[in-house]
Structures are given as C-alpha cells and as structure tokens.
C-alpha cells in the first residue's frame, strides 16, 4: 500500500506536483500514466525519499520511506536505467546494493537469471543498450523480494518481447498479493497490464478509476455512417449541427450528433444506410481526452480533430 | 485498509545494516578500474620516484664530516617519502570520483533508495576509502624505504631499520595521503560534479600555496607563509617529516611556501606534527559535515 496525502513539490517557482493525494492498492496492478512532464517521476521519487515534498506527506506500508527498517526488502524501485555507475558490472552492481541488506549472493544469482542478464552480467554497464539497463533496473528492484513495486516507464526501450515479460512479471507479481505501481506515459501499453489508473496531468491527478471506467469515460463520442449518398447526407448532418470526418469515400465520422438523430434524419431525407454505429471509444481516445487540456507543449497546436 | 500487505515477504530476512553497508561501499571501490588505475599509479609513482632519489643522491665528499645518525634517518625518511606529494594529488582525485562518479552516473539515487537516511552511506564510504587508501600508501611507502635502502649505504647513510620514528613518520605520510582523499571527497559531496571536485581539491593543494607564496615574498610579511602552516599541504608537510635534524636533510623542505627569507623567523607559525595532524582532521570534519548536512538536505 502506497498513500499519498497532499503531496506537493515545487522547484523554484515550478510546481511539478500539486496537492496529489491517492492510494496504490496491494493485490493490482496500478497504472500511473500522464503525458511526459506531468510529474509521475516526481511522485516517485518523493515516495522513495529522494526528493523532499514541499508539502503533504506519503507513506508506504504506514511510514515514511526512510524510516523503514529494511527499505530494499519492502520497496523495489526502478527510478531509470540510468541510477547505475557505468564502469562497474552488473554483477557488481547488484552485489553491492545486496549487500547494504544483507542479501545474498544467491538472490542475486537469481534475479540474474530473472530478467535475463546471464550473458552480460559480468560487463560493465557503460556499455549496455537500453534494454539491457531496464533489466538490471528491474533486476535491482526484486533484490530484496519486495512486497511494493514501484517502475518509472519499465518497457521504455524494450522490445516486444521484453515488453510482454513485463506485462506477465507485473501481473504475476501481483497475483501474489504485492502492490505494483507502474508508469507510464503510453495508454495502450496500460490497458493492457492495470487494473486500475491513476491519470496525472500537470501535476495534478486528473482520473483515478478502474480500467473499465476510464475506458467508459470515453464511449459515445463519435458515430460511424456508411452510406452511398453521403455527399449530400453531409451537407444534411453539417446543418443539423454534427462535426464530420470522410475517412473513406463512403464513410462518415459524426460527432456531435447522438445515433438516434442520424437515424431520424436519415429516415427524413431518404437516404440509405448501411452503417450506423456508435464507436466505442478506446482508452487511448479517454487518454487523449483527459489530458488533452493538460499537456504542457502541444505538438503544432491541434491535438485531435 | 486492506489486508495482505506485506505477506511475510519483507520479515523473515536481515535489514539494513552498517556492516552491510560498510560491505557494499568496499564492493564499489574495488569494483571500479578507476580505483586501481589510482592505487596503482600511487604506489609506483612513491617507489619510482624513491629509487631515482635514492640512486641519484651523491655521498659526502670526502674531507667534510660524515652526517649525524639523526641526518642518516631524516634522508632515509625523505627519500621514502618523495612521492607524498604526488601521492596525495592521485588521492585527492580518487577521494573526489567515489563521490562525485556517483553523482555523475545517477548512482547515488540507487545507493540513497538502499540508504534512505543517506549520511550512512556517506560514512560507510568515507571509512571505507580512508582506511583502504591508508594501507595502500603505507604499504607503498614501506615498500619504497625497504628497496631503496641497499642503495643508501654507498652514499654514506646506514638506514637504521629499528628507529621507530622512521615508520612513525613513514604512517604519516600515509595518513596525509588518505587524510587528503577524504577531504576531496567531502569537497566532491559538496559540489557534486567530478571536474568542479577535482578542481576544487587539486587547487587547494597546488594552487592557494603558491599564490600564498608569491604573497609571502611580495609582501614580505610573515602573515602568507603563516596561512600556509594551516593548508592542508602546510599541515601535512609536517606528517611526515622525520622529527629534528631537519636542517641536516639532503632535499628541501616541502608544501606550504614556507621559508620566506624576508620574514623573520620568530614571526613564523610552525606547527608540531601533533598539532598539524589535528588541523589536517580539522580541515576533513569541516569538508564533510558540509556535505553531509547539504546531502540530507538536498534533492537527490
């Protein structure tokens, strides 16, 4: 269990987050997702105690981070690939973090194996692809058999395969009844591996719901039409005061206009329809919607049409 | 709340620990080439520079009275110790990267997540770079007085190898050399960045005396050379330095810029090995309780 009340950072006159308060459940896996900047990674360094909250506090498993007796054991985190000194081995590297708890060299033969970094276990990391230093990320977040996962963006840089590894890792780790908090900022991705999504823009915490009900914030907002006359029947749903898409010559796109009212009218004008269908909306499109007025930098200033 | 939080999962094993940590931070610095890379070159550089001092220093010409046993030891200790200053530059560098190749690679966030409460992680490293770069530059310096003896006695010193004051000054110079890392790396826990923490380190001990030097015989006051007693390089001259009969030693006096001709000797500071020994610490509290009050206070 992870509970943030009040939460707060600023740098200078930045607020990277703002006045957040939220609970990661034990026994799912929790999404924490945002575009870029939105202050997911914040969050988590404020929860591992490496950056001090301005104001507001967050505890996991009832204290602060720092208080904890056996923070490794109770806390794995994956902050990035990059917390690691680049001219040490991974082995060396693992080993060291054991050590400061004493874990064994056997568990970090293990977690080796884990994440797959027999073969390179024994090289320095400087020269590791990104990939590779997201295992050993991975790999020095399970040394200490936590009960609480935290990963910053754990698929950045893997491949598909990796990809999935982690998406079965995550789900299995919390069928066995841990807390898992994962990042990131690709919905897809999201739906795909949580149970539940915390949505944060701006710093501050936009949605906070299951999967379903994230998905369902977005359904009903457009209509697909297919019709051989759908030149003139744009000109019609264009007065009745529906936005249109064409996509394909015979294929209209609606919004703004309920599957009812297309219909009445259709019926009206005598036009034929071979398709009338409300479009599910995907959680990639609540994404988009949600945080569409909170991304900091537009790219070229229309998100949607 | 719900139940189940922590199944048992995070008891039944030890916690964190000092010995743990003290273990993980010996794993980081022998892991590293750049450590050995600085020992290495540290313990060579002391026994090269030994040897060429040692073969190239000429006996007494004959007529002139032999030295005294006293000036035997202090040439002894002088030759064995030659390469203390440069031993404590490679230090000095090495001190600062244990710190700020941390801070550089994002390291520290890893070890401070290990280590949330931060300042036992800073000790167990500082002890553990402190006393290994002990051994090493005593064991170096010990190994640069026992080769370049069966070279002194053609040159009219007799090493007397039971004289205690030898290794007693011999610990000094290794106490300097590490004393000297270790306020590198409370210099690098302050500024962060490997090149700004060498700069800072290497300046203190190369730059700041000879500026103070060009003071002292600008000025001619005794206030510059005076400074320089309390330097980390003034202070640590004094470390290793085989006690009386300096006047009678075949190399110059070292560090600090002391000796300006203009200065009269009664206005000049010099300090007793003990006392240089305490500023010397003086120097490496105040570097690191800086640091260690910034480290907990900072953003990592």
Request: overall charge neutral.
């Amino acid at each position: 269990m992870i509970e943030a009340v009040g939460l707060t950072k600023r740098y200078g006159a930045k607020t990277a987050v703002d006045d957040i308060s939220f609970q990661v459940k034990p026994g799912m896996v929790t999404g924490f997702l945002g575009p870029n900047g939105a202050g997911k990674s914040t969050t988590m360094r404020l929860i591992v105690g490496l950056d001090r909250p301005t104001s507001g506090s967050v505890t996991v498993n009832g204290s602060r981070y720092a208080e904890l007796k056996a923070p490794l054991r109770e806390v794995g985190v994956l902050l990035d690939a990059k917390a690691v000194h680049t001219g040490r081995t991974a082995e060396n590297h693992l080993l060291a973090l054991a050590a400061t708890h004493g874990i064994r060299r056997r568990r970090v033969d293990e977690v080796i194996a884990l994440t797959g970094l027999e073969s390179v276990a024994r090289r320095r990391v400087g020269g590791f692809s990104l990939g590779m230093g997201q295992r050993l990320g991975i790999a020095a977040a399970l040394l200490g058999d936590p009960s609480i996962l935290i990963l910053d963006e754990p698929v950045n840089g893997l491949d598909p395969e990796g990809v999935i590894w982690v998406r079965e890792l995550t789900r299995h780790l919390a069928g066995e009844g841990r807390t898992i908090f994962l990042s990131s900022h690709l919905m897809t991705e999201m739906a795909q591996t949580a149970d539940h999504i915390i949505v944060l823009g701006r710093g501050r915490v936009i949605a906070d719901a299951p999967v379903a009900t994230i998905e369902a914030m977005a359904t009903g907002t457009a209509v697909h039409v297919r019709t051989p006359d759908s030149e003139r029947f744009a000109a019609v749903l264009t007065r009745a005061g529906g936005t249109l898409t064409h996509p394909e010559p015979d294929l209209l796109e609606v919004t703004g206009l309920a599957a009812p009212q297309i219909g009445e009218l259709a019926a009206q004008e005598r036009v034929v329809l071979h398709e009338l269908s409300p479009v599910g909306g995907s959680l990639e499109d609540a994404y988009l919607a949600l945080t569409q007025d909170e991304v900091e930098y537009h790219a070229g200033g229309t998100a949607a049409a | 709340m719900s139940t189940g939080t922590s199944t048992g999962m995070s008891t039944r094993a030890p916690g964190l620990s000092f010995g743990g940590e003290l273990r993980s931070e010996w794993i980081k610095l022998r892991s590293l080439r750049s450590t050995l890379w600085c020992y290495l070159i540290m313990v060579l550089l002391m026994i090269g520079l030994g040897l060429l001092l040692a073969g190239t220093i000429s006996a007494p010409a004959s007529g002139t009275p032999a030295l005294s046993h006293d000036g035997q030891q202090s040439t002894w200790v002088r030759i064995a110790t030659l390469g203390v200053g440069f031993a404590t530059l490679v230090s000095a560098v090495l001190g600062a990267l244990v710190i700020t190749g941390e801070y550089g690679t994002g390291m520290i966030r890893s070890t401070f997540a290990a280590v949330p409460k931060r300042l036992p992680a800073i000790l167990a490293k500082a002890l553990v770079f402190g006393v290994t770069t002990f051994v090493v530059a005593f064991v170096g310096l010990v190994i640069t007085a026992l080769v370049s003896a069966p070279l002194l006695p053609d040159k009219g010193i007799t090493p007397d190898f039971g004289d205690g004051k030898v290794w007693v000054a011999v610990a000094g110079g290794a106490g300097y050399i590490a004393l000297l890392g270790l306020l590198a790396l409370g210099i690098g826990l302050i500024v962060r960045s490997s090149a700004a923490g060498i700069a800072a380190a290497l300046g203190l001990v190369l730059v700041v005396p000879i500026i103070l030097q060009i003071l002292a015989s600008v000025t001619r006051a005794a206030w510059p050379s005076n400074i320089a007693a309390f330097l980390p390089s003034g202070a640590g001259s004094k470390l290793y330095a085989y006690p009386g009969a300096a006047a009678e030693s075949l190399t110059p006096g070292r560090g600090g810029g002391a000796g300006s001709a203009a200065a009269s000797a009664a206005d000049l500071i010099t300090l007793d090995s003990w006392q240089a020994l305490l500023v010397l610490i003086g120097w490496v509290v105040v570097a690191l309780v800086i640091g260690g009050i910034l480290v907990k206070r900072r953003d990592a």
